[in-house]
């Protein structure tokens, strides 16, 4: 299976005549078949479902549009992936970066909402990816509170050292687009109040940001 797929994607790269079509994306292969298969070791396979999933994603050497894909069957696909290698972390920034770039808002959405739930299986690691989901959620779909919903999920699970700040601050920014003032300012205290911030130029940053938040909402009484 490894094999015919690798010769599979070999054939296709080489032969620009017939490039594979977006809307022929096959199931994949069902559990045991690829447990099988992956003799002891499936990050190997799992990098290679990979290329060969990506492989869909051109034609006659153009990117295709990845709206032409059947959703469904293509987060089979990443979920599967994630399953054999965990660690890897090219499906969820294909999914992301990649196959939520689309005009499809409906594609956009699902693509999303895939990062969001597998996130919260290593928030630690994992977090980077619902940041630009929220981000995408704010900027392209333009729905404030869907990406609220993805940084409180950053706020609330992603605790570890190696978590910035900023990305932890992501709620209080978008509760600010939202003129949630008074929630943004209550969360800005708590951080302040209950010691979480340690480093002094992030203290400073978000004591002024409390200053200028208070200034907004005397201004808008």
């Known amino acids: 299976m490894i094999l015919a797929l690798m010769l599979q994607f070999g054939v296709r790269s080489a032969n620009p005549l017939s490039p594979p079509n977006a809307t022929d994306l096959p199931p994949i292969p069902e559990a045991s078949t690829l447990a099988a298969l ?15 999933l990506q492989a869909f994603d051109y034609q006659s050497g153009d990117r295709a549009p990845y709206q032409a894909l059947d959703y469904d069957r293509l987060q089979a696909w990443l979920t599967r992936i994630l399953r054999l290698d965990p660690n890897g972390q090219y499906p969820l920034m ?28 290593d928030p630690d690691r994992r977090w980077q990816w619902l940041a630009h989901a929220a ?6 779909l333009k729905d404030l509170p869907l990406a609220r ?12 050292e190696d978590v910035p700040l900023w990305a932890r601050q992501m709620e209080i920014f978008i509760l600010e687009d939202m003129n949630e003032l ?20 992030e203290l400073r940053f978000l ?15």
Do not use: C, W
């Open 182 to 201: 008074e929630t943004a300012r209550i969360m800005i205290g708590g951080y302040i109040e209950k010691g979480l911030i340690r480093h002094p130029g």
């Open 94 to 121: 294909a999914a992301s970066r990649l196959y939520a770039d689309v005009p499809s808002e409906a594609k956009k959405r699902q693509m999303l909402e895939f990062v969001y739930q597998e996130f919260f299986k």
């Open 135 to 140: 981000a995408i959620a704010k900027h392209g």
């Open 38 to 52: 992956g003799f002891g070791d499936p990050v190997p396979l799992a990098k290679v479902l990979m290329l060969y």
């Open 149 to 160: 919903k993805y940084a409180a999920a950053i706020q609330k699970y992603a605790v570890g």
């Open 207 to 221: 004591e002024n940001r409390l200053k200028e938040l208070e200034t907004r909402m005397k201004e808008q009484k």
